[in-house]
């Protein structure tokens, strides 16, 4: 699976599942989620209440109601507690878990966000390497595309740092 990084707003990616970084209760929330589900409309937060919640470090997939992407999958990450509670392990289930869930659809394209890296307090050069690493290591059967999406430069520069990161190894 490719990896790219893009700088910009998630909603308006074509590709065919965007990542939402959702709470448990998969409700309307700020940052990255209240920026979804506002520009997918009403619709997703009543899909959204039907499926219930979604445990942290899972994923759950919704239409894609007002994106032009297809699906959406919510992925719950950890909150930032310190790193004594799993959040690392959370983090990288959160990511694979999308990436099963999109995959499992037939999705060849995948968009996320910097999960927990916002409200949820996750260090963003922790959450950019775990996010890296995960996604490096997964094999899906049809994705072949996979852009990490930085709301802004200094998200970007730590994706970027990432990847070299990697590259390096």
Not at 107 to 115: E, K, M, R
Not at 129 to 137: C, I, K
Request: aromatic content about 4%; hydrophobic content about 45%.
């Amino acid at each position: 699976m490719e990896l790219e990084i893009w700088l910009g707003d998630i909603t308006t990616l074509d590709v065919d599942a965007v990542v939402n970084a959702a709470n448990p209760q998969l409700a309307p929330g700020g940052g990255v989620c209240g920026a979804i589900h506002a520009a997918a409309g009403p619709g997703l937060a009543e899909e959204c209440r039907r499926i219930g919640g979604c445990a942290t470090g899972d994923a759950k997939v919704t239409g894609g109601h007002g994106l032009p992407a297809r699906w959406i999958v919510h992925a719950v990450g950890p909150v930032w507690q310190g790193g004594d509670a799993s959040e690392v392990e959370l983090l990288a289930s959160a990511y694979r878990r999308a990436v099963e869930e999109a995959d499992a659809l037939g999705a060849t394209s995948i968009a996320f966000p910097a999960i927990s890296t916002g409200i949820y307090g996750m260090p963003l050069d922790l959450a950019s390497e775990t996010a890296v690493g995960t996604l490096a290591r997964l094999e899906p059967r049809n994705l072949r595309r996979c852009v990490l999406v930085a709301f802004d430069d200094t998200t970007r520069a730590a994706l970027e740092a990432a990847v070299a990161a990697l590259e390096d190894r």
